[in-house]
């Protein structure tokens, strides 16, 4: 997987903007559009636009920025479930837990990824969860895995990284050994903060308050017989030899009445990891004879963490249903589709293809227009999608042959680091309700895209469409079986278990066609 760097677009960004003006002494503008002119008041071409589904299937899931867990039922592709296959990892290589430990709890954390939105009453923050999909209970179990995750692939000489894939759950599955470390029939996550005591170093107790976050007990026999009572073994010298015996956890979802809920976890969260609560003996230090010695022990407790390890894997059983299918199987892509199907994990994404043909773009080149917006807007197809909260916030397009952004993105100002929800919305805009009479849609704008295309000569790519969780993550994944050529998919689609469905190019209703949009002005040869 390769997550690119924001910052080398940034600074490419930046060159361009100031070469285009030191070059431009003719007209003077930002961002394409001329100050003090309203873009509907300028001409306007509708260049043809084709697009198409495409079917994904398995992708690459390990070591995503974050993983899915729980059921998400959508109300156009049906059920999703994502589970969570991942190492543990030592904090700290051969520890020493002392004399007779015994293990009192052990605590498994996964922070939820949240914000706060008030204070109550008593001053204490109140949350709201992000990235969870659904308010339903689902059945959570985590069992120990006997699966191995390698690091590196060992059928290419142990040169390339490992890749593990989302359709591998039944293997995944076929190794859980022992009984469940932890179940819970009617699991949900909870936006309360999470409140419990804890002994500090000088032994005294503190009220510990906490962000929300999956906080349960796991069962203490497994640890205290694989963990403490390992004590100087050599399975517990090194990480090596750890991720060799313990091998892992699975995390497994199931579905309550066909319902769920889904929650992005960040299993990476230096709050994350499993924390062992034990007691030792040590010497009693107030205890001490003339001759400086004391022969009485007394209990001291303790904590040892164990980390969740380098390789994380997420698995989904979801299937297209059949009728979509058939419908994106059918479609001919030389001519596009009436329909655009788009959904994260293993669903589907869309192909789109500007202009009819290069003799269209050679004579929207001879033209010499000042591109003051070029954009794409894409209708939510309500016979459908019903209108409500199950449709994603944002979409995201990039170049297909490269898997990168496209310029505009690079361009973009509102880039928000912190709040992924906003960010790079010049470009590529959030769904819009009712703004006109055609109803649910997107607008991406792509005017530094296309006035290359036709000002500069630059390559007229094939782009692709998907869903986003986060449009900040801007690395791939890899797609299991490549399709036409396409063999990497967009993380930010990965993590992301929505999907809606899009008016395409030969929609019934021409007015919710997808046409590419271009506002220009007229300039002298």
């Given amino acids: ?3 690119l760097k924001r910052l080398s677009y940034i600074a490419v960004a930046v060159f361009m903007v100031l070469a285009f003006i030191s070059c431009d002494d003719d007209f003077n503008t930002i961002g394409g559009e001329l100050i003090g002119v309203q873009l509907d008041s300028l001409p306007q071409y509708d260049a043809k636009v084709v697009a198409y589904s495409k079917n994904i299937g398995g992708v690459q899931t390990n070591n995503l920025p974050s993983n899915l867990l729980g059921v998400y039922t959508d109300p156009v592709y049906g059920e999703q479930i994502a589970n969570v296959l991942t190492q543990l990892s030592l904090s700290t290589m051969d520890p020493f837990f002392g004399t007779e430990p015994s293990l009192d709890s052990v605590v498994l954390t996964l922070p939820y990824f949240n914000t706060q939105i008030d204070l109550n009453d008593l001053g204490y923050p109140v949350y709201k969860l992000d990235s969870v999909y659904g308010n339903m209970p689902f059945k959570l179990k985590i069992s120990r895995s006997n699966y191995f995750l390698n690091d590196f692939d060992p059928e290419a000489n142990f040169e390339t990284r490992q890749k593990y894939y989302s359709d591998q759950g039944p293997l995944f599955k076929s190794k859980v050994v022992g009984g469940p470390l932890y179940v819970n029939e009617a699991f949900r996550p909870s936006a ?5 005591l804890e002994e500090n170093a000088k032994g005294e107790i503190d009220t510990i308050r906490a962000k929300p976050r999956l906080r349960v007990n796991l069962s203490t ?12 073994s050599i399975e517990l010298s090194n990480n090596n030899n750890f991720r060799n015996f313990i091998r892992g956890l699975y995390f497994e979802a199931e579905a309550v009445n066909g319902k769920g809920t889904m929650a992005l976890l960040n299993f990476k969260d ?4 499993i924390t062992l609560y034990y007691t030792n003996l040590v010497a009693d230090i107030s205890d001490v004879d003339s001759d400086g010695d004391t022969t009485e022990m007394v209990e001291k407790q303790n904590s040892y963490k164990l980390t969740f390890g380098t390789n994380t894997v997420n698995t989904f059983s979801q299937a297209l249903p059949t009728e979509i299918l058939t419908e994106i199987e059918s479609v001919n892509p030389e001519i596009g589709a009436e329909n655009l199907f788009i959904k994260g994990g293993e669903g589907s994404m869309v192909i789109i ?3 009819e043909d290069e003799a269209e773009i050679e004579e929207l080149r001879a033209k010499n227009w000042l591109i003051n917006e070029a954009n794409l807007t894409f209708y939510v197809n309500q016979d459908k999608v019903q209108g409500g909260e199950a449709e994603p916030e944002r979409i995201y397009l990039y170049n297909l042959d490269t898997n990168e952004p496209l310029i505009d993105y690079s361009f973009d100002q509102t880039f928000n680091q912190v709040a992924p929800l906003i960010s790079v919305s010049s470009h590529s805009g959030r769904l819009v309700r009712n703004e006109d009479k055609n109803g649910i849609s997107y607008k991406l704008k792509i005017t530094e895209h296309v006035n290359r295309i036709l000002n500069k000569d630059s390559t007229n790519v ?7 969780q986060n449009i900040n993550l801007i690395g791939n994944s890899a ?10 998919i967009p993380v930010t689609s990965v993590i992301s278990p929505e999907g809606t469905v899009l008016y395409g190019n030969l929609a019934t209703d021409v007015s919710k066609r997808l046409k590419l949009n271009i506002f220009y002005t007229e300039t002298s040869n």
Avoid at 462 to 468: A, E, F, K, Y
């Fill in 462 to 468: 094939r782009l692709g469409l998907v869903v986003t």
């Fill in 270 to 273: 230096p709050e994350a990891g």
């Fill in 192 to 196: 309360g903060e999470v409140v419990y």
């Fill in 353 to 355: 293809e500007l202009f």
């Fill in 221 to 232: 026999p497994f640890f205290q017989e694989n963990i403490i009572d390992k004590q100087g």
């Fill in 1 to 3: 997987m390769i997550f």
């Fill in 479 to 488: 797609i299991r079986t490549p399709l036409d050529e396409i063999n990497r």
